[in-house]
């Protein structure tokens, strides 16, 4: 028992006293920042990897160092907003497109599946883009956020008062079909409350072949 203890801790000190090696040849800090805290490895060229350094830093030294040449360091967050620039460089848009995209939803009527449809991306892509989880726009101005989120929340809540009737419309002749007691009564035929709620307040102009408005609308 006393010998494998002996082991684990000699083996985690030879993986620190190489690792800390190693950091000290590839200069010791974050090429970005100049950190030196929180350093991990960094293939410069993400394609050129053959293996994680730092969880193979048993492997011969050779092998290391064949790989090191590869590298450079990096803090964590750095290697984070690395990453995140090169999944931007291989998307479909440019940033100045995701930036347009930002603008346009916020200041004008159109749809995120509207804008999927304008520049080739799937509806998550444009959410991804509206929330600035990817293409961060640092010289936006501070109000376009604020008016994407206020949007989005309006567009994901249907009205409090779910006891308004609605009318189902023919979209080729504008009759009225049927009128349901409530929004929620449209789902037993497989509609979708918010998106019924979408077309009687505007914002979408037909679900499923049909379009819809508040039965009393001077009251909804």
Not at 73 to 91: G, M, N, R, V, Y
Not at 164 to 183: A, H, R
């Amino acid at each position: 028992m006393q010998n494998k203890e002996q082991h684990a801790k000699s083996s985690l000190n030879h993986y620190h006293k190489r690792r800390r090696q190693l950091i000290e040849q590839l200069g010791g800090k974050c090429v970005r920042c100049g950190s030196t805290e929180n350093l991990e490895f960094d293939h410069i060229d993400s394609n050129s990897k053959d293996i994680s350094i730092a969880k193979h830093l048993s492997y011969s030294m050779d092998t290391i160092q064949n790989e090191l040449q590869k590298c450079q360091l990096l803090c964590k967050s750095c290697h984070i907003q690395k990453t995140k620039e090169e999944k931007d460089a291989k998307a479909k848009i440019s940033n100045q497109d995701a930036k347009s995209i930002r603008i346009e939803y916020a200041t004008n009527s159109i749809t995120q599946k509207k804008l999927g449809e304008k520049y080739g991306l799937k509806q998550s892509e444009i959410g991804s883009i509206l929330r600035g989880k990817r293409w961060i726009q640092h010289d936006e101005d501070p109000e376009i956020q604020q008016k994407i989120d206020a949007k989005r929340t309006e567009r994901n809540h249907i009205l409090p008062d779910k006891s308004i009737p609605v009318d189902k419309i023919d979209i080729n002749t504008g009759k009225v079909i049927m009128t349901y007691k409530n929004l929620s009564a449209t789902t037993k035929e497989g509609f979708q409350t918010k998106h019924v709620a979408e077309c009687c307040r505007g914002i979408a102009k037909q679900h499923k072949g049909y379009k819809w408005q508040f039965h009393n609308k001077n009251q909804a």
